[in-house]
């Protein structure tokens, strides 16, 4: 079956660095989601990319999917502590309409 | 704006006994998915329905069932509880659940299940 993988698992920064998680499918994808969880809570939809080598920007994020639609990578400069928390990349394969999760990444910010 | 509404909570259970939680979705939202997160693991996809009928079957064990009403509520009916059934349970709804341009998902709260 389909397999998403993310890397890393943790990653911990100062304030103020950058960070980047990578998403990468075992299968081409028709679409590429992100969420957030914060610690305690549920997952929020951040974004989704439809096209092949799309980039998109939300402010300090940036979320890239690659040119053969099978990984994608999500980008923040300058973290904050609000940024704490699990990034998890969804996409479903190709003839499916479920997303797989990727395990996350979890993401510690320190002041 | 109206989101996804989970209930119970939270919920406390014994072993072999049942437990049914219910999921509320967005308003005009096609598509209701079931997750089941352990603690520090990624959601995992039980099931789904589209149009108040069942559309995909995850890793839901055959203890569990589920179905979507007429006002399209949704229910996930857990007999037989183990302890291994402890996580939280999230329902989410998406609007277009079927245009891979449109699937998003938004999620509720979450049903914290603690089985003793």
């Known amino acids: 079956g389909q397999q998403v993988m993310q890397i890393p698992q943790y990653q911990h920064v100062q304030e103020g660095e950058d960070f980047t998680t990578y998403c990468n499918s075992s299968t081409t994808l028709s679409n590429i989601q992100w969420y957030k969880q914060r610690p305690g809570g549920h997952p929020v939809f951040l974004i989704q990319?439809?096209?092949?080598?799309e980039v998109k920007k939300q402010k300090r994020l940036t979320f890239q999917f690659g040119e053969a639609k099978k990984n994608s990578s999500l980008h923040i400069t300058a973290t904050q502590t609000t940024d704490v928390g699990t990034y998890f990349c969804a996409g479903p394969s190709r003839g499916s309409y479920i997303p797989t999760f990727g395990r996350g990444t979890s993401l510690i910010v320190h002041p | 704006a109206a989101g996804v509404i989970q209930s119970p909570r939270h919920l406390i259970k014994e072993k072999r006994e049942t437990a049914t939680l219910k999921c509320y979705p967005i308003?005009?939202?096609?598509?209701v998915y079931w997750y089941q997160q352990g603690p520090g693991q990624d959601p995992q996809f039980l099931i789904s329905?589209?149009?108040?009928?069942?559309?995909d079957k995850g890793s839901i064990p055959d203890r569990f069932s589920a179905q979507q009403f007429s006002d399209y509520h949704s229910e996930l009916n857990m007999s037989s509880l183990e302890l291994g059934d402890s996580a939280l349970y999230f329902c989410a709804s998406s609007l277009g659940g079927r245009d891979p341009r449109y699937n998003e998902q938004f999620f509720g709260p979450g049903t914290r299940l603690t089985v003793l």
């Open positions: 329905f589209y149009e108040k009928m069942q559309s």
């Open positions: 990319l439809v096209k092949s080598g």
């Open positions: 308003p005009r939202h096609d598509t």
